[in-house]
């Protein structure tokens, strides 16, 4: 029961930072073209797996990077990530804009005109939309204080019985000398 409680109390704050981390990470952009796609599969046991849909980008000085088409939220995540994928072809140029954090991230890729200057965008891997950002923390609390809670019923709990160790000794002796007295 108390891990239960303890792995979101303790793990809500890294990801909370983590997103905020994300979001202060700058956007960069550059001119590049679409050297290579790929998708990795990463087998997580018994969990399943994850698809990683990742697009290698080769920029004006000749460097290469991998690029990740960003994990979603929501439930159609494969499915939003697939479209991103598909959209964006080997051998064309255009605008790409992504972030480094942890990995490298993408924000858009827009086309050059004679691959139709169309711009592939996708959502934001986190989201610092308040709400969220407020009801994360307040169920963070609200966890913190279940834990609280129940340490306290456990302290208090074990308190009342120690302090209520010697009356039992004391009313056990008595008892005793009543018996004694009896067999006398």
């Known amino acids: 029961m108390i891990i239960i409680i303890l792995i979101p109390a303790v793990s809500g704050p890294f990801i909370v930072g983590s997103m905020l981390k994300y979001e202060a990470t700058p956007e960069q952009d550059a001119k590049v073209e679409v050297a290579k796609k790929r998708i ?7 969990a399943g797996g994850v698809f990683h849909y990742c697009i290698d980008f080769k920029f004006s000085d000749g460097s290469v990077k991998e690029i990740w088409i960003q994990n979603y939220a929501n439930s159609n995540s ?23 954090f942890a990995y490298n991230y993408l924000i858009s890729f827009e086309k050059d005109l004679e691959y139709g200057g169309q711009k592939i965008e996708q959502q934001k891997i986190y989201t610092t939309d308040k709400l969220y950002i407020v009801v994360s923390v307040f169920m963070m609390v609200v966890i913190m204080g279940g ?16 302090n209520a160790m010697p009356e039992i000794n004391e009313r056990a002796k008595a008892v005793s000398k009543i018996k004694s007295k009896k067999k006398q």
């Open 40 to 46: 990795r599969y990463e087998n997580a046991g018994k």
């Open 78 to 100: 494969s499915k939003a990530k697939r479209k991103v994928y598909n959209s964006i072809h080997e051998g064309e140029t255009g605008i790409l804009t992504y972030k480094s």
């Open 147 to 162: 834990l609280f809670k129940l340490i306290a019923s456990f302290t208090i709990e074990n308190e009342l019985k120690l």
